[in-house]
């Protein structure tokens, strides 16, 4: 039997226009997020939010290599953008937009920080697992439906993750946003090709 979760990738004040990093329009986003929300309670699917929850003084950071932000640098022996200072543990950019309905179920992510993490199951040295996996296995969930911010980095990531794991995944563009154009058109290609569906594109 087919069991679907609706998988809702960083909707945190920091992505918003104005945060400190910022996804062009990633506030549009939300009116579309809650309709999927209610929707899916109203099937009885499993709902779940990832959030970026850093230490403040996380090594993605710029500030903490003092360098510009969007400099390319090393971080875990892997080449890592550095960013400006975004979601920090218990700050206000951290927190989720304060107009999406709140998911019953939260995973955070990006908490060791000596590694990035941009899936929502695993960092991006595949050493800590976020218990996503374990979550929706438990709940015996096969389809995902995911969305959020941003296209090109935590979205593709997460859903590239979870097609490895064995997930039938659908991505909708309708509930996501991204930083680059270019990118973003690769980050598409890049989940077609290993089968993920993706709507609104």
């Not at 990832?50 to 090393?74: C, L, R």
Request: include cysteine.
């Amino acid at each position: 039997m087919i069991k679907r979760a609706l998988l809702l990738i960083d909707i945190q004040n920091d992505f918003m226009p104005g945060g400190a990093l910022a996804v062009p329009e990633g506030d549009k986003i939300v009116d579309f997020v809650n309709t999927m929300i209610i929707t899916s309670y109203g099937f009885g699917t499993e709902v779940v939010a990832t959030m970026d929850w850093h230490p403040a003084d996380h090594g993605s950071f710029a500030s903490q290599h003092g360098v510009a932000p969007f400099t390319m640098g090393e971080l875990g022996g892997k080449p890592q953008m550095m960013w400006t200072d975004h979601c920090v543990q218990g700050t206000k950019g951290a927190e989720l937009h304060a107009d999406l309905i709140t998911p019953k179920t939260t995973v955070y992510k990006g908490m060791d920080k000596t590694v990035d993490s941009y899936s929502g199951f695993f960092d991006n040295n595949k050493q800590n697992d976020t218990g996503l996996n374990n979550f929706l296995k438990e709940r015996e969930i096969t389809d995902l439906f995911i969305m959020g911010l941003a296209t090109e980095y935590c979205v593709k990531f997460t859903a590239l993750d979870a097609a490895a794991l064995g997930y039938d995944v659908t991505v909708s563009l309708n509930g996501c946003r991204g930083l680059n154009p270019t990118d973003i058109d690769n980050a598409i290609k890049e989940m077609r090709d290993v089968g993920i569906k993706i709507l609104g594109y």
